[in-house]
């Protein structure tokens, strides 16, 4: 009994730790988004970038995947933003997103 326990724990912390890569894996994309776009030219994070537009330090505690998401397709609609829908995939923009909300 005490063997079965121990095993699934360690079954559960490998499964939390994959969780833990893929999510990781999924913000380093966003990053490598975020750059090839060059958003960095109008928005700072940490200090670094332009200040056109809005400082996005801090923005994962302010705003949560479903608004960013929405802003992304209809800047407008969500936020009276003036500038243009971000431009990419599903899967791009998830992982935007998950770049984003990991800025707190």
Not at 43 to 49: E, S, T
Request: glycine share 12%; charged share 25%.
């Amino acid at each position: 009994m005490k063997n079965s326990i121990g095993s699934v724990l360690v079954c559960v912390g490998i499964s939390l730790l994959g969780i833990g890569l893929a999510e990781a894996s999924e913000i380093e994309k966003g990053k490598a988004f975020y750059e090839e776009k060059r958003c960095s030219l109008c928005h700072m994070i940490a200090g670094k970038g332009g200040q056109v537009g809005p400082d996005l330090s801090g923005i994962g505690s302010r705003r949560d995947r479903a608004w960013l998401l929405k802003f992304f397709d209809n800047p407008k609609k969500v936020a009276n933003a003036n500038m243009m829908p971000v431009k990419g995939s599903t899967e791009e923009l998830s992982a935007l997103a998950a770049y984003l909300l990991s800025q707190k």
